[in-house]
């Protein structure tokens, strides 16, 4: 029947699509990050082997790209977590007022421009005029002037705070669903052995929400790993190296310095990291997925 | 099913109207009046629950409210010091100055990059969900898993590719060249979301037609498509705001002609000669509003849209 090879034409543009921007693309990447493409070689570049990779090896900065990522991923998804289950948990509550008012606000942090998103926080942590030294030295009773983007550390935790307001108002809203699904009973019986609510809290209502917490962190590891525009914004990647990540440290090797076969191999270590992290994100939620 | 949640599953904190029926309760009959009256005791849990989301919502709306403010701030008295929680000159010269100089061509680019992107983007990714939900291919869920895997492709890793290949077509700073990226990283996302809704359209219409001996191509044009006009809309601003907020391969892509708006924003915050924190914040403000509108239709589809589906919203 004719109707058995249709599904071909309908699939075919995406498929035909993927196969021509990414797949070809990432194979040309490969074959980049084999040769020493830079400024200068740029029309023959010289077959290289791996040396780039073994480059990135011996490369701090490559290392310390990854830390920096590794760090934003811990800090930023613990709080990020432990916050919006905590929301969660006082939203779960059925006598609160403004509950639908506050997911109507959630999402917005997670939409809006990312790049007005950085800028905004850069000039709330703006030592001068920001918000957060005025606020401080309310708080504190005399005036504050952190440079909060001009020190290394600092401006990691800015980068962290902009990541944790973005994403736990969204957390939360996911872990409250999550939460409100859960079925009543075993709070119930719970409730009539008269377990104490952090007794209930660990050993009813956490389990039930270990599948969304379990997605959630795979999704947000994910995004970590491709986190740019608000670093772009907000700090550049500095002062000096303090806050490039791997995949800004990939995009300054490739877009700053022009090496285009170093910044390929960089790239496909990312990519082999968000390969592990994407198997494991549709092994864990495939079946849904699936449904 | 499990896909199929975020409409109904959510209902019951999504509806703002729950919200009206609360309060029209107040004047109801007597019954419902002592039930109301035992719902607004409040107990010290309830009180401190009420002050964490009053605290999260302000600290939620404060940065937006900081950015608003800004813009409506003089430039020297955007950044101060001191620190100004309402603006001493409130002035609209920033946007005076972001129409004759700042904001085009970005915001035209911007415009025209993600509309255009999301109508191809939507159309290819609808056939191909229909694809995937009606016809039991063998490999059908690999081919699914490998479209959805496009999505979590880190876009430098494209991008530095793709740049040499738009180099050596002459194709750096056009539109075309953007838009090409926007379809490609959008189209994954459009079957996404488009599967759950075709899933939901009885599949016997279909079946009767084809039996009459149309083909499949009609059938999905005159019986399905129509059907699907409201999702592919929801789709559709999905896809408009994603390629809208764009910015890495916009940065790489494009110069001067093709600049989209959030580039026209950072080239501001890289100005070596004295950062307007003024125009920063009314170009943000001009890239926001429209998101924020486009919000309120697809906000029950929000969890849907940036879990994958994966998620219960």
Do not use: C
Not at chain 1, 136 to 152: K, Q
């Amino acid at each position: 029947m004719q109707k058995s090879n249709t599904w071909i034409i309908f699939i075919a543009p995406t498929i035909v699509l993927i196969l021509t921007m990414v797949v070809f693309p990432l194979f040309y990447s490969l074959w980049l990050s084999l040769h020493g493409w830079t400024i200068l070689n740029r029309v023959n570049p010289p077959f290289v082997g791996l040396d780039n990779y073994a480059r990135a090896l011996a490369d701090p900065l490559f290392w310390h790209g990854l830390l920096v990522t590794v760090i934003i991923l811990v800090v930023a998804l613990t709080i990020e977590t432990l916050l919006a289950i905590a929301m969660a948990m006082l939203l779960a509550r059925g006598d609160i007022v403004g509950r639908n008012m506050f997911r109507v606000l959630a999402f917005i942090p997670a939409l809006i421009n990312p790049i007005a998103t950085g800028y905004t926080f850069h000039l709330l942590f703006h030592p001068n005029g920001g918000a957060v030294n005025a606020l401080l030295g309310f708080v504190a009773g005399h005036p504050v002037n952190l440079d909060w983007i001009g020190s290394p550390s600092t401006a990691l935790a800015a980068i962290i705070v902009t990541d944790i307001w973005q994403w736990t108002p969204f957390l939360t809203i996911v872990f409250l669903a999550a939460r409100l699904g859960l079925p009543g009973e075993p709070f119930e019986a719970a409730r009539i052995d008269r377990a104490s609510p952090w007794l209930i809290f660990r050993r009813v209502t956490l389990p039930g929400l270990v599948p969304a917490i379990t997605v959630m962190l795979l999704i947000r590891g994910i995004d970590i790993f491709k986190l740019f525009d608000t670093i772009y914004a907000i700090t550049g990647g500095g002062p000096g190296t303090a806050t490039q990540t791997l995949g800004f440290y990939t995009y300054l090797v490739g877009f700053n310095s022009f090496k285009l076969g170093y910044a390929a191999a960089l790239s496909w270590v990312l990519n082999i990291i968000l390969f592990i992290l994407a198997t494991i994100f549709l092994r864990t939620a495939g079946r849904r997925l699936l449904s | 099913m499990a896909v199929r949640t975020d409409a109904h599953m959510t209902e019951e904190i999504t509806d703002t109207k729950s919200i009206r029926k609360q309060t029209e309760n107040t004047t109801a009959p007597a019954p419902r009046l002592a039930q109301h009256r035992r719902r607004t005791t409040w107990s010290i849990g309830r009180i401190f629950a009420h002050l964490a989301l009053l605290v999260m919502m302000v600290a939620v709306l404060f940065p937006i409210y900081w950015l608003v403010i800004t813009s409506f701030k003089d430039n020297s008295e955007a950044l101060g010091p001191p620190a100004t929680f309402w603006p001493n000159h409130f002035t609209l010269h920033s946007y005076e100055v972001a129409f004759k100089e700042s904001l085009f061509p970005g915001l035209i680019n911007s415009f025209l990059a993600a509309l255009i992107s999301t109508v191809i983007a939507v159309l290819i990714g609808t056939l191909a969900a229909y694809s995937l939900e009606r016809h039991h291919f063998r490999l059908r869920n690999d081919v699914a898993f490998w479209i959805l895997s496009q999505r979590m492709m880190p876009p430098i890793a494209v991008a530095i590719p793709f740049f040499l290949v738009m180099q050596q077509l002459h194709l750096t700073d056009t539109l075309f060249a953007l838009i090409l990226l926007y379809v490609t990283f959008n189209t994954p996302l459009a079957v996404w979301l488009m599967r759950p809704f075709v899933r939901d359209i009885p599949v016997e219409m279909e079946q009767a037609a084809l039996l009459d001996g149309y083909k499949p191509l009609t059938v999905f044009r005159k019986i399905t498509l129509p059907l699907l006009k409201t999702p592919m809309a929801t789709t559709a601003i999905f896809v408009y705001i994603f390629a809208w907020n764009e910015f890495l391969f916009a940065l790489i892509l494009t110069r001067v002609h093709a600049i989209t708006l959030p580039i026209a924003i950072s080239s501001l915050g890289g100005n070596p000669y004295g950062v307007e924190w003024a125009q920063i914040a009314t170009l943000s403000v001009v890239a926001i509003v429209p998101v924020l509108i486009l919000y309120i239709f697809v906000q029950r589809y929000m969890v849907t849209a940036l879990t994958f589906g994966s998620v219960k919203g």
